[in-house]
Protein backbone atom coordinates (compact mmCIF):
# COMPACT_ATOMS: atom_id res chain seq x y z
CA UNK A 1 0.00 0.00 0.00
CA UNK A 2 2.71 2.31 0.92
CA UNK A 3 4.41 1.56 -3.01
CA UNK A 4 0.48 2.43 -3.94
CA UNK A 5 0.71 6.03 -2.55
CA UNK A 6 4.08 6.82 -3.50
CA UNK A 7 3.01 5.92 -6.92
CA UNK A 8 0.09 8.52 -6.55
CA UNK A 9 1.95 10.88 -5.34
CA UNK A 10 4.44 10.87 -8.21
CA UNK A 11 1.75 10.63 -10.63
CA UNK A 12 0.11 13.89 -9.10
CA UNK A 13 3.10 15.63 -9.48
CA UNK A 14 2.31 17.49 -12.80
CA UNK A 15 -0.95 18.41 -11.60
CA UNK A 16 0.43 19.93 -8.33
CA UNK A 17 3.23 21.61 -10.53
CA UNK A 18 0.27 23.33 -12.37
CA UNK A 19 -1.68 24.48 -9.38
CA UNK A 20 1.61 26.02 -7.65
CA UNK A 21 2.84 27.80 -11.35
CA UNK A 22 -0.72 29.23 -11.80
CA UNK A 23 -1.85 30.04 -8.02
CA UNK A 24 1.15 30.41 -6.03
CA UNK A 25 3.80 31.71 -8.36
CA UNK A 26 1.42 33.68 -10.85
CA UNK A 27 3.26 32.28 -13.50
CA UNK A 28 1.64 32.40 -17.43
CA UNK A 29 0.28 29.68 -18.52
CA UNK A 30 1.95 28.72 -21.38
CA UNK A 31 5.57 28.60 -19.46
CA UNK A 32 3.55 26.70 -16.44
CA UNK A 33 2.24 24.09 -19.28
CA UNK A 34 5.28 23.51 -20.34
CA UNK A 35 6.93 23.09 -16.84
CA UNK A 36 4.50 20.56 -16.20
CA UNK A 37 5.43 19.21 -19.77
CA UNK A 38 8.90 18.45 -18.32
CA UNK A 39 7.82 17.46 -14.50
CA UNK A 40 5.36 14.45 -16.36
CA UNK A 41 8.28 13.48 -18.90
CA UNK A 42 10.67 13.28 -15.75
CA UNK A 43 8.21 10.96 -13.89
CA UNK A 44 7.46 8.79 -16.35
CA UNK A 45 10.68 8.12 -17.04
CA UNK A 46 11.94 7.50 -13.30
CA UNK A 47 8.48 6.16 -12.10
CA UNK A 48 6.93 3.84 -14.73
CA UNK A 49 10.22 3.25 -17.23
CA UNK A 50 8.58 5.11 -20.14
CA UNK A 51 11.12 4.98 -23.19
CA UNK A 52 12.47 7.83 -24.89
CA UNK A 53 10.98 7.31 -28.03
CA UNK A 54 7.53 6.34 -26.19
CA UNK A 55 7.70 9.89 -24.56
CA UNK A 56 8.10 11.82 -27.60
CA UNK A 57 5.63 10.07 -29.80
CA UNK A 58 3.01 10.63 -26.62
CA UNK A 59 4.27 14.34 -26.84
CA UNK A 60 4.19 14.63 -30.69
CA UNK A 61 0.36 12.98 -30.29
CA UNK A 62 -0.79 15.74 -28.21
CA UNK A 63 0.58 18.00 -30.11
CA UNK A 64 -1.19 17.10 -32.95
CA UNK A 65 -4.10 16.69 -30.93
CA UNK A 66 -4.07 20.51 -29.56
CA UNK A 67 -3.41 21.66 -33.13
CA UNK A 68 -6.24 19.70 -35.10
CA UNK A 69 -9.21 20.39 -33.74
CA UNK A 70 -8.99 22.31 -30.38
CA UNK A 71 -6.50 25.30 -31.50
CA UNK A 72 -7.86 25.61 -34.90
CA UNK A 73 -11.37 26.07 -33.58
CA UNK A 74 -10.29 28.79 -31.18
CA UNK A 75 -8.53 30.65 -33.60
CA UNK A 76 -11.95 30.57 -35.75
CA UNK A 77 -14.27 31.08 -32.83
CA UNK A 78 -11.86 34.74 -32.06
CA UNK A 79 -11.42 35.64 -35.33
CA UNK A 80 -14.92 35.61 -36.03
CA UNK A 81 -15.68 37.93 -32.86
CA UNK A 82 -12.30 40.33 -34.25
CA UNK A 83 -14.48 40.66 -37.46
CA UNK A 84 -17.59 41.63 -36.56
CA UNK A 85 -15.46 43.95 -34.20
CA UNK A 86 -13.89 45.26 -37.19
CA UNK A 87 -16.55 45.64 -39.18
CA UNK A 88 -18.53 47.34 -36.69
CA UNK A 89 -21.30 44.85 -36.79
CA UNK A 90 -20.68 44.47 -32.62
CA UNK A 91 -22.12 47.69 -32.17
CA UNK A 92 -25.20 46.70 -34.09
CA UNK A 93 -25.24 43.21 -32.12
CA UNK A 94 -25.24 45.03 -28.61
CA UNK A 95 -27.42 47.58 -29.28
CA UNK A 96 -29.97 44.99 -30.23
CA UNK A 97 -29.51 42.82 -27.52
CA UNK A 98 -29.67 46.11 -25.22
CA UNK A 99 -33.16 47.15 -26.42
CA UNK A 100 -34.04 43.93 -24.79
CA UNK A 101 -32.94 44.49 -21.87
CA UNK A 102 -30.15 46.96 -20.55
CA UNK A 103 -29.67 44.71 -17.55
CA UNK A 104 -26.11 43.05 -17.48
CA UNK A 105 -27.63 40.29 -15.32
CA UNK A 106 -30.42 39.69 -17.88
CA UNK A 107 -27.78 39.70 -21.05
CA UNK A 108 -25.32 37.36 -18.89
CA UNK A 109 -28.14 34.96 -18.76
CA UNK A 110 -28.57 35.16 -22.36
CA UNK A 111 -25.77 35.15 -23.87
CA UNK A 112 -23.40 33.29 -20.97
CA UNK A 113 -25.81 30.64 -20.18
CA UNK A 114 -28.01 30.37 -23.39
CA UNK A 115 -25.49 30.98 -26.12
CA UNK A 116 -22.79 29.64 -24.64
CA UNK A 117 -24.75 26.59 -24.11
CA UNK A 118 -26.07 26.20 -27.54
CA UNK A 119 -22.29 26.94 -28.88
CA UNK A 120 -20.99 23.99 -26.30
CA UNK A 121 -23.91 21.64 -27.72
CA UNK A 122 -23.03 22.11 -31.23
CA UNK A 123 -18.91 23.06 -31.82
CA UNK A 124 -17.87 22.63 -28.14
CA UNK A 125 -13.70 22.82 -27.99
CA UNK A 126 -13.63 26.31 -25.72
CA UNK A 127 -16.09 28.19 -28.52
CA UNK A 128 -18.74 28.47 -25.66
CA UNK A 129 -16.14 30.26 -23.98
CA UNK A 130 -14.24 32.27 -26.14
CA UNK A 131 -17.08 33.66 -28.33
CA UNK A 132 -19.36 34.25 -25.16
CA UNK A 133 -16.94 36.11 -23.23
CA UNK A 134 -16.29 38.24 -25.79
CA UNK A 135 -19.35 39.60 -26.19
CA UNK A 136 -19.78 39.92 -22.72
CA UNK A 137 -16.78 42.41 -22.45
CA UNK A 138 -17.80 43.87 -25.26
CA UNK A 139 -20.79 44.74 -23.73
CA UNK A 140 -19.06 46.43 -21.07
CA UNK A 141 -19.09 43.78 -18.43
CA UNK A 142 -15.44 43.46 -16.80
CA UNK A 143 -13.39 40.93 -18.73
CA UNK A 144 -12.54 39.10 -15.23
CA UNK A 145 -16.44 39.22 -14.42
CA UNK A 146 -17.16 37.81 -18.38
CA UNK A 147 -14.61 35.01 -18.23
CA UNK A 148 -15.96 33.61 -14.89
CA UNK A 149 -19.89 33.92 -15.51
CA UNK A 150 -18.83 31.75 -18.94
CA UNK A 151 -16.60 29.37 -17.35
CA UNK A 152 -19.52 28.53 -14.83
CA UNK A 153 -21.94 28.05 -17.68
CA UNK A 154 -19.64 26.04 -19.45
CA UNK A 155 -19.04 23.10 -16.90
CA UNK A 156 -22.59 21.90 -16.69
CA UNK A 157 -23.44 21.01 -20.63
CA UNK A 158 -20.03 19.55 -21.59
CA UNK A 159 -20.68 16.01 -20.78
CA UNK A 160 -23.41 16.58 -23.90
CA UNK A 161 -21.39 19.10 -25.56
CA UNK A 162 -19.84 18.77 -29.66
CA UNK A 163 -23.20 16.83 -29.88
CA UNK A 164 -23.05 14.31 -27.29
CA UNK A 165 -18.96 13.24 -28.09
CA UNK A 166 -17.92 12.43 -24.22
CA UNK A 167 -21.41 10.83 -23.62
CA UNK A 168 -21.16 8.73 -26.75
CA UNK A 169 -17.43 8.02 -26.17
CA UNK A 170 -18.24 7.17 -22.22
CA UNK A 171 -21.35 4.82 -23.50
CA UNK A 172 -19.26 2.86 -26.68
CA UNK A 173 -15.83 2.15 -23.79
CA UNK A 174 -17.75 1.01 -21.10
CA UNK A 175 -20.55 -1.00 -23.23
CA UNK A 176 -23.90 0.91 -21.49
CA UNK A 177 -26.48 1.96 -23.22
CA UNK A 178 -26.23 5.45 -24.64
CA UNK A 179 -30.22 6.22 -23.72
CA UNK A 180 -29.77 4.66 -20.20
CA UNK A 181 -26.47 6.61 -19.67
CA UNK A 182 -27.36 10.15 -20.55
CA UNK A 183 -30.69 9.39 -18.50
CA UNK A 184 -28.83 9.28 -15.36
CA UNK A 185 -26.20 11.67 -16.17
CA UNK A 186 -29.15 14.07 -16.94
CA UNK A 187 -30.76 13.19 -12.95
CA UNK A 188 -27.37 13.57 -11.61
CA UNK A 189 -26.49 17.21 -13.34
CA UNK A 190 -30.01 18.36 -12.64
CA UNK A 191 -29.55 20.43 -9.50
CA UNK A 192 -26.26 22.39 -10.81
CA UNK A 193 -27.93 23.28 -14.01
CA UNK A 194 -30.69 24.67 -12.01
CA UNK A 195 -27.76 26.34 -9.57
CA UNK A 196 -25.69 28.17 -12.62
CA UNK A 197 -28.12 30.90 -14.07
CA UNK A 198 -28.44 31.79 -10.20
CA UNK A 199 -24.74 31.78 -9.63
CA UNK A 200 -24.00 33.87 -12.76
CA UNK A 201 -26.44 36.48 -12.07
CA UNK A 202 -24.72 36.69 -8.15
CA UNK A 203 -21.73 37.11 -10.04
CA UNK A 204 -22.07 39.69 -12.53
CA UNK A 205 -24.13 41.56 -9.78
CA UNK A 206 -21.42 41.40 -7.21
CA UNK A 207 -23.63 39.84 -4.62
CA UNK A 208 -26.69 37.85 -3.34
CA UNK A 209 -28.69 41.34 -3.39
CA UNK A 210 -28.37 41.06 -7.42
CA UNK A 211 -30.34 38.08 -7.45
CA UNK A 212 -33.50 40.34 -6.04
CA UNK A 213 -36.19 40.50 -8.84
CA UNK A 214 -33.81 38.26 -10.97
CA UNK A 215 -34.38 34.30 -9.58
CA UNK A 216 -37.66 33.86 -11.66
CA UNK A 217 -35.83 34.69 -15.08
CA UNK A 218 -32.56 32.62 -13.42
CA UNK A 219 -34.84 29.90 -12.31
CA UNK A 220 -36.71 29.76 -16.15
CA UNK A 221 -33.03 29.86 -17.83
CA UNK A 222 -31.85 26.88 -15.68
CA UNK A 223 -34.63 24.63 -14.83
CA UNK A 224 -36.19 24.75 -18.63
CA UNK A 225 -32.59 23.71 -19.77
CA UNK A 226 -32.01 21.12 -16.87
CA UNK A 227 -35.73 19.56 -17.88
CA UNK A 228 -35.07 19.42 -21.06
CA UNK A 229 -31.48 17.61 -20.79
CA UNK A 230 -33.41 15.16 -19.20
CA UNK A 231 -35.95 15.00 -21.56
CA UNK A 232 -33.72 14.85 -24.39
CA UNK A 233 -31.34 12.12 -22.68
CA UNK A 234 -34.44 10.15 -21.98
CA UNK A 235 -35.86 10.18 -25.64
CA UNK A 236 -33.05 10.36 -27.59
CA UNK A 237 -30.08 10.21 -26.35
CA UNK A 238 -26.40 11.67 -25.73
CA UNK A 239 -26.35 13.80 -28.85
CA UNK A 240 -29.16 16.33 -28.73
CA UNK A 241 -29.82 17.23 -25.10
CA UNK A 242 -27.48 20.32 -25.22
CA UNK A 243 -28.79 21.21 -28.37
CA UNK A 244 -32.59 21.18 -27.48
CA UNK A 245 -31.95 22.56 -23.96
CA UNK A 246 -29.95 25.68 -25.31
CA UNK A 247 -32.49 26.61 -27.60
CA UNK A 248 -35.85 26.40 -25.19
CA UNK A 249 -33.76 27.94 -22.92
CA UNK A 250 -32.56 31.08 -24.93
CA UNK A 251 -36.62 31.20 -26.23
CA UNK A 252 -38.39 31.40 -22.74
CA UNK A 253 -35.15 33.30 -21.16
CA UNK A 254 -35.89 35.68 -24.27
CA UNK A 255 -39.44 35.91 -23.74
CA UNK A 256 -39.61 36.48 -20.14
CA UNK A 257 -36.55 39.70 -20.44
CA UNK A 258 -38.72 41.29 -23.20
CA UNK A 259 -41.85 40.30 -20.47
CA UNK A 260 -39.85 42.22 -17.51
CA UNK A 261 -38.61 45.13 -20.58
CA UNK A 262 -42.26 45.89 -21.61
CA UNK A 263 -43.82 45.64 -18.38
CA UNK A 264 -41.71 48.81 -17.16
CA UNK A 265 -39.39 46.79 -14.87
CA UNK A 266 -36.98 49.37 -13.53
CA UNK A 267 -33.01 48.56 -13.78
CA UNK A 268 -30.91 49.36 -10.94
CA UNK A 269 -28.34 51.60 -12.12
CA UNK A 270 -25.52 49.72 -11.28
CA UNK A 271 -26.95 46.95 -13.33
CA UNK A 272 -27.47 48.90 -16.04
CA UNK A 273 -25.70 48.90 -19.20
CA UNK A 274 -24.62 51.75 -21.86
CA UNK A 275 -23.58 50.35 -25.09
CA UNK A 276 -22.75 53.25 -27.25
CA UNK A 277 -25.31 54.75 -28.93
CA UNK A 278 -28.56 53.89 -27.50
CA UNK A 279 -30.74 56.71 -27.15
CA UNK A 280 -31.93 59.95 -29.25
CA UNK A 281 -28.87 59.57 -31.20
CA UNK A 282 -28.10 55.97 -31.88
CA UNK A 283 -27.89 55.45 -35.58
CA UNK A 284 -31.36 53.90 -37.50
CA UNK A 285 -30.77 50.69 -38.36
CA UNK A 286 -32.91 48.55 -40.78
CA UNK A 287 -33.62 44.75 -40.90
CA UNK A 288 -31.14 43.99 -43.57
CA UNK A 289 -28.46 45.81 -41.24
CA UNK A 290 -29.19 43.74 -38.34
CA UNK A 291 -29.30 40.70 -40.41
CA UNK A 292 -25.81 41.62 -41.85
CA UNK A 293 -23.99 42.12 -38.02
CA UNK A 294 -25.87 38.73 -36.88
CA UNK A 295 -24.54 36.64 -40.01
CA UNK A 296 -21.69 35.05 -39.05
CA UNK A 297 -22.95 33.87 -35.62
CA UNK A 298 -26.29 32.64 -37.58
CA UNK A 299 -24.38 30.79 -39.84
CA UNK A 300 -22.39 28.78 -37.15
CA UNK A 301 -26.08 28.20 -36.19
CA UNK A 302 -27.20 26.78 -39.76
CA UNK A 303 -23.70 25.21 -40.64
CA UNK A 304 -23.15 23.56 -37.47
CA UNK A 305 -26.49 22.01 -37.45
CA UNK A 306 -26.44 21.31 -41.16
CA UNK A 307 -23.41 19.14 -41.17
CA UNK A 308 -24.18 17.45 -37.40
CA UNK A 309 -25.27 14.36 -37.09
CA UNK A 310 -28.64 15.11 -37.64
CA UNK A 311 -28.58 15.60 -40.90
CA UNK A 312 -26.64 12.40 -41.59
CA UNK A 313 -26.77 12.58 -45.87
CA UNK A 314 -24.33 15.39 -44.65
CA UNK A 315 -22.42 14.57 -41.92
CA UNK A 316 -21.50 11.39 -43.78
CA UNK A 317 -19.61 12.22 -46.44
CA UNK A 318 -17.88 15.39 -44.93
CA UNK A 319 -16.95 13.07 -41.79
CA UNK A 320 -15.08 10.63 -44.31
CA UNK A 321 -12.57 13.15 -45.11
CA UNK A 322 -10.16 12.42 -42.85
CA UNK A 323 -6.88 10.33 -42.04
CA UNK A 324 -5.87 8.15 -39.22
CA UNK A 325 -2.48 7.75 -37.98
CA UNK A 326 -0.66 5.93 -35.50
CA UNK A 327 1.97 8.36 -33.81
CA UNK A 328 2.58 6.80 -30.31
CA UNK A 329 5.19 4.32 -30.62
CA UNK A 330 4.35 2.12 -27.64
CA UNK A 331 0.66 0.93 -28.60
CA UNK A 332 0.66 0.38 -32.86
CA UNK A 333 -3.09 0.08 -32.16
CA UNK A 334 -3.92 4.15 -30.50
CA UNK A 335 -4.87 6.07 -33.68
CA UNK A 336 -5.43 9.52 -34.08
CA UNK A 337 -7.40 10.67 -36.71
CA UNK A 338 -8.17 14.61 -38.15
CA UNK A 339 -11.31 15.45 -39.85
CA UNK A 340 -10.15 18.09 -42.87
CA UNK A 341 -13.53 19.38 -43.57
CA UNK A 342 -16.45 18.32 -40.80
CA UNK A 343 -14.59 19.31 -37.44
CA UNK A 344 -15.73 22.81 -35.95
CA UNK A 345 -12.63 24.68 -36.47
CA UNK A 346 -12.85 24.72 -40.59
CA UNK A 347 -16.64 25.11 -40.70
CA UNK A 348 -16.59 28.47 -37.98
CA UNK A 349 -13.62 29.62 -40.11
CA UNK A 350 -16.06 29.22 -43.56
CA UNK A 351 -18.91 31.27 -41.34
CA UNK A 352 -16.55 33.98 -40.25
CA UNK A 353 -15.21 34.93 -43.97
CA UNK A 354 -18.52 33.94 -45.59
CA UNK A 355 -20.04 36.78 -42.69
CA UNK A 356 -17.30 38.66 -43.28
CA UNK A 357 -18.10 39.42 -46.99
CA UNK A 358 -21.86 40.05 -46.05
CA UNK A 359 -20.12 42.68 -43.81
CA UNK A 360 -18.25 44.38 -46.42
CA UNK A 361 -14.95 43.04 -44.99
CA UNK A 362 -12.45 41.99 -47.96
CA UNK A 363 -9.98 39.79 -48.19
CA UNK A 364 -7.11 41.89 -47.31
CA UNK A 365 -8.76 43.70 -44.38
CA UNK A 366 -9.47 39.47 -42.96
CA UNK A 367 -6.07 39.00 -43.39
CA UNK A 368 -5.47 41.86 -41.36
CA UNK A 369 -7.51 40.55 -38.90
CA UNK A 370 -6.13 36.83 -38.61
CA UNK A 371 -2.78 38.03 -38.28
CA UNK A 372 -3.60 39.92 -35.20
CA UNK A 373 -5.76 36.63 -34.13
CA UNK A 374 -3.06 34.14 -34.51
CA UNK A 375 -0.70 36.89 -32.73
CA UNK A 376 -2.83 37.76 -29.45
CA UNK A 377 -3.81 33.77 -29.35
CA UNK A 378 -0.03 32.66 -29.73
CA UNK A 379 0.33 32.15 -25.89
CA UNK A 380 -2.34 30.04 -25.43
CA UNK A 381 -1.15 27.82 -28.73
CA UNK A 382 2.10 27.13 -26.40
CA UNK A 383 -0.65 26.32 -23.61
CA UNK A 384 -2.51 23.80 -25.62
CA UNK A 385 0.15 22.16 -26.93
CA UNK A 386 2.09 21.71 -23.43
CA UNK A 387 -1.58 20.78 -22.04
CA UNK A 388 -2.22 17.90 -24.26
CA UNK A 389 1.05 16.55 -24.43
CA UNK A 390 1.71 16.49 -20.56
CA UNK A 391 -2.12 14.55 -20.66
CA UNK A 392 -0.93 12.02 -23.13
CA UNK A 393 2.67 11.38 -21.15
CA UNK A 394 0.50 10.35 -18.63
CA UNK A 395 -1.99 8.68 -20.11
CA UNK A 396 0.06 6.69 -21.72
CA UNK A 397 3.11 6.15 -19.39
CA UNK A 398 0.40 4.46 -16.70
CA UNK A 399 0.15 7.69 -14.31
CA UNK A 400 -3.58 8.06 -14.57
CA UNK A 401 -4.29 4.31 -13.93
CA UNK A 402 -1.61 4.88 -10.70
CA UNK A 403 -3.81 7.70 -9.71
CA UNK A 404 -7.01 5.88 -10.24
CA UNK A 405 -5.65 2.44 -8.62
CA UNK A 406 -4.61 4.14 -5.76
CA UNK A 407 -8.36 5.76 -4.85
CA UNK A 408 -10.00 2.10 -5.47
CA UNK A 409 -7.60 -0.08 -3.06
CA UNK A 410 -7.92 3.00 -0.52
CA UNK A 411 -11.16 3.82 -0.33
CA UNK A 412 -13.29 0.63 -1.10
CA UNK A 413 -16.76 0.50 -0.20
CA UNK A 414 -16.49 5.08 0.23
CA UNK A 415 -15.07 5.15 -3.63
CA UNK A 416 -17.99 6.70 -5.13
CA UNK A 417 -17.32 9.60 -3.00
CA UNK A 418 -13.93 10.04 -5.22
CA UNK A 419 -15.80 8.91 -8.39
CA UNK A 420 -16.41 12.62 -9.72
CA UNK A 421 -13.52 13.72 -8.69
CA UNK A 422 -11.69 11.33 -11.09
CA UNK A 423 -13.73 12.62 -13.84
CA UNK A 424 -13.02 16.14 -12.49
CA UNK A 425 -9.37 15.30 -12.62
CA UNK A 426 -9.23 14.44 -16.19
CA UNK A 427 -10.51 17.05 -17.58
CA UNK A 428 -8.42 19.69 -15.18
CA UNK A 429 -5.41 17.86 -16.99
CA UNK A 430 -6.81 17.44 -20.46
CA UNK A 431 -9.50 20.08 -20.83
CA UNK A 432 -11.55 17.93 -22.59
CA UNK A 433 -14.71 16.04 -21.09
CA UNK A 434 -14.25 13.13 -23.59
CA UNK A 435 -10.76 12.42 -23.20
CA UNK A 436 -11.57 11.98 -19.40
CA UNK A 437 -14.12 9.60 -20.08
CA UNK A 438 -11.42 8.04 -22.26
CA UNK A 439 -9.05 8.13 -19.06
CA UNK A 440 -11.57 6.97 -16.50
CA UNK A 441 -14.80 5.35 -18.06
CA UNK A 442 -13.97 1.92 -17.79
CA UNK A 443 -11.91 2.40 -14.21
CA UNK A 444 -15.42 3.69 -12.65
CA UNK A 445 -17.15 0.35 -14.66
CA UNK A 446 -14.66 -2.06 -12.89
CA UNK A 447 -14.98 0.11 -9.43
CA UNK A 448 -18.39 -0.39 -9.85
CA UNK A 449 -18.20 -4.10 -10.63
CA UNK A 450 -15.49 -4.47 -7.21
CA UNK A 451 -17.72 -2.64 -5.20
CA UNK A 452 -21.20 -3.93 -5.86
CA UNK A 453 -22.64 -0.88 -6.77
CA UNK A 454 -24.82 -0.01 -9.98
CA UNK A 455 -22.70 0.51 -12.78
CA UNK A 456 -24.45 3.50 -15.15
CA UNK A 457 -24.52 5.37 -11.86
CA UNK A 458 -21.05 5.57 -11.24
CA UNK A 459 -19.84 5.80 -14.89
CA UNK A 460 -22.08 8.69 -15.14
CA UNK A 461 -20.63 10.18 -12.36
CA UNK A 462 -17.16 10.77 -14.14
CA UNK A 463 -19.27 12.81 -16.33
CA UNK A 464 -20.69 14.71 -13.84
CA UNK A 465 -17.19 15.57 -12.14
CA UNK A 466 -16.52 16.81 -15.62
CA UNK A 467 -18.44 19.83 -15.21
CA UNK A 468 -16.49 21.12 -12.48
CA UNK A 469 -13.24 19.94 -13.83
CA UNK A 470 -14.39 21.91 -16.76
CA UNK A 471 -14.62 25.29 -15.16
CA UNK A 472 -10.78 25.05 -13.38
CA UNK A 473 -9.49 23.12 -16.80
CA UNK A 474 -5.96 25.64 -17.60
CA UNK A 475 -6.97 25.33 -20.80
CA UNK A 476 -10.57 26.78 -20.66
CA UNK A 477 -9.26 29.32 -18.43
CA UNK A 478 -6.46 30.33 -21.01
CA UNK A 479 -8.85 30.42 -23.94
CA UNK A 480 -10.98 33.15 -22.29
CA UNK A 481 -8.37 34.81 -20.92
CA UNK A 482 -6.83 35.03 -24.73
CA UNK A 483 -10.06 36.17 -26.24
CA UNK A 484 -10.66 38.85 -23.57
CA UNK A 485 -7.12 39.92 -23.73
CA UNK A 486 -6.07 38.79 -20.35
CA UNK A 487 -3.15 36.79 -21.04
CA UNK A 488 -1.13 36.34 -18.02
CA UNK A 489 -3.89 36.12 -15.81
CA UNK A 490 -4.80 33.17 -15.55
CA UNK A 491 -3.73 32.32 -12.40
CA UNK A 492 -5.88 35.14 -11.13
CA UNK A 493 -8.69 33.55 -12.82
CA UNK A 494 -8.13 30.39 -11.72
CA UNK A 495 -8.43 31.19 -7.72
CA UNK A 496 -11.24 32.56 -8.39
CA UNK A 497 -13.40 29.97 -10.10
CA UNK A 498 -11.93 27.20 -8.05
CA UNK A 499 -14.36 28.09 -4.83
CA UNK A 500 -17.28 27.32 -7.31
CA UNK A 501 -16.04 24.30 -8.97
CA UNK A 502 -14.94 22.66 -5.54
CA UNK A 503 -18.54 23.69 -4.07
CA UNK A 504 -19.89 21.82 -7.05
CA UNK A 505 -17.30 18.89 -6.70
CA UNK A 506 -18.15 18.51 -2.64
CA UNK A 507 -21.62 18.28 -3.72
CA UNK A 508 -21.07 16.18 -6.52
CA UNK A 509 -19.49 13.59 -4.22
CA UNK A 510 -22.18 13.68 -1.37
CA UNK A 511 -25.11 12.75 -4.40
CA UNK A 512 -22.83 10.15 -6.18
CA UNK A 513 -22.23 8.74 -2.92
CA UNK A 514 -25.60 8.49 -1.10
CA UNK A 515 -27.09 7.58 -4.79
CA UNK A 516 -24.67 4.58 -5.05
CA UNK A 517 -25.81 3.35 -1.24
CA UNK A 518 -29.96 3.92 -3.00
CA UNK A 519 -29.81 2.41 -5.77
Known amino acids: ?69 IVIVIIAAVFTYNLTVHTGAMETIKRM ?178 VGSTGNDAPAESAADKLRAWAPFALIFVVLLATSKLVPFVNGPLSAIKSTVNIYAGDPTATLTFSWVNTPGVLIFICGIVGGLIQGCSPREMLGVLGATVKQMSKTIVTMLGVLACAKIMGYSGMIASISAFFVAALGGFYPLVAPLLGALGTFVTGSGTSSEVLFGNVQLHAAQSIGVNETWLVASNSLGVSAGKMLSPQNIAIGCAACGLVGKDGEILGKIAKYAFAFAVVMAVIVYVGSLVL
Not at 18 to 28: K, S, T
Not at 37 to 64: I, K
Open 1 to 69: MLELFGMFVLALAPIIWLVIALCGLHMEAYLASLGALVVAAVCAALGWAMTPVNMATAALEGFAMALWP
Open 97 to 274: LCSVSADRRVLTLLIGWCFGGFLEGMAGFGTAVAIPASMLMALGISPVTAILACLIANGVPTMFGSIGIPTTTLASITGIDVVQLSTVQAIQVFPFVIACPILMVALVGHGRKALKGMLPIALVSGVSFAACLLIAGHFIGGELPDVVASVVSLVLTFAYALHMHKSGVEVPEKYRLT
